[in-house]
């Protein structure tokens, strides 16, 4: 495969600078922008900000049984023993499970809902497919937090991904409330790319999904972003939606309520943006972590 020209250089032996992205966030145009499925104050939020809450997108009745469908998972030792289930810290409890929609049929119809599916598609200006999907869970008292980090500093470096042309849907699978380690975000920060110091390790994926170390922004970047901006943790019920730019800074705490906290990311990526070699020079991570081969555009269900 032939590698696209580095626009976004990071994991170098020494800090640089931060700067501007290369990309438009949103890629709609005309009509488009003007009567698809997100209004043009919401459109402009998301382009203001790098996300957009939606409260209560999902009746909770239509997403209890992803949630109950997770608990399932946890308690089958053959799901557990997969590679897409990465367990926590002690390996008691589940912290992420990839590829859910080549894992459920359910999830995978999920992926081509028509509201969500469009919502994507008009973002990003036109096709998409799946590029990675995943539920993050935080079991209650012990479910261990997220380092601040870009996703798309992640998947340029190691999946080849080119351009900032992805966007992640979160699903909340249970309750986020201010206790149980919401999704903190830097309003703003999509627009700057902050390269990360420190080379990638072969096989990174094997410990960065447990405890990410390398592809942290250092904190004096993370800091100056915060105090221009802010930082904000949505939360709300089960069914609320949540639309992030791949370049916004997001991180999250600990849980050490007594209440679970599990969110579905469906991350949507422009068949314009299809992946590289990876920047690192590393090998592709697997498929399951960044789409190679099941990279065909989505249609909607009907």
């Not at 909770?60 to 990465?86: G, S, T």
């Not at 359910?106 to 497919?129: H, S």
């Not at 209650?140 to 937090?145: E, K, R, W, Y």
């Not at 699903?171 to 990638?200: E, Q, W, Y």
């Amino acid at each position: 495969m032939l590698q696209n020209a580095d626009h976004y250089p990071t994991r170098t032996d020494d800090k640089r600078e931060t700067f501007d992205r290369h990309e438009p966030v949103i890629h709609c145009e005309g009509e488009e922008r003007e009567y698809g499925p997100l209004g043009v104050s919401q459109l402009d939020q998301f382009e203001r900000d790098g996300f957009l809450w939606l409260e209560g997108f999902f009746p909770q009745e239509r997403i209890e049984p992803f949630f109950e469908e997770l608990d399932a998972m946890a308690r089958d030792p053959e799901i557990r023993d997969r590679d897409e289930v990465i367990m926590d810290a002690d390996k008691t409890e589940i912290r992420s499970v990839f590829a859910m929609h080549e894992l459920s049929e359910a999830f995978d119809r999920m992926t081509r809902d028509p509201r969500l599916l469009g919502m994507a598609q008009q973002i990003l200006g036109g096709d998409v497919y799946i590029h990675q999907s995943r539920i993050n869970s935080k079991a209650g008292f012990s479910g261990g937090g997220f380092n601040w980090h870009s996703d798309f500093e992640t998947w340029h470096s190691e999946d080849g991904m080119p351009k900032m042309r992805a966007i992640s849907a979160s699903i909340m699978l249970t309750d986020n409330n201010a206790f149980n380690g919401p999704l903190m975000l830097i309003p703003g920060s999509h627009n700057r790319f902050v390269p990360c110091v420190g080379k990638t390790p072969d096989n990174n994926w094997l410990q960065s999904l447990k405890s990410q170390e390398i592809g942290v922004p250092d904190q004096e970047s993370i800091a100056e972003l915060a105090n221009k901006r802010g930082i904000e943790a949505p939360t709300g019920r089960a069914g609320s939606l949540l639309l992030f730019d791949s370049n916004t800074l997001h991180a999250s705490n600990a849980n050490l309520s007594p209440w679970p906290r599990a969110n579905l990311f469906f991350v949507y990526n422009s068949v314009e943006n299809r992946l590289a070699d990876p920047f690192s020079g590393t090998n592709p991570r697997p498929e399951y972590l960044g789409a190679r081969q099941r990279n065909v555009a989505l249609t909607p269900n009907h």
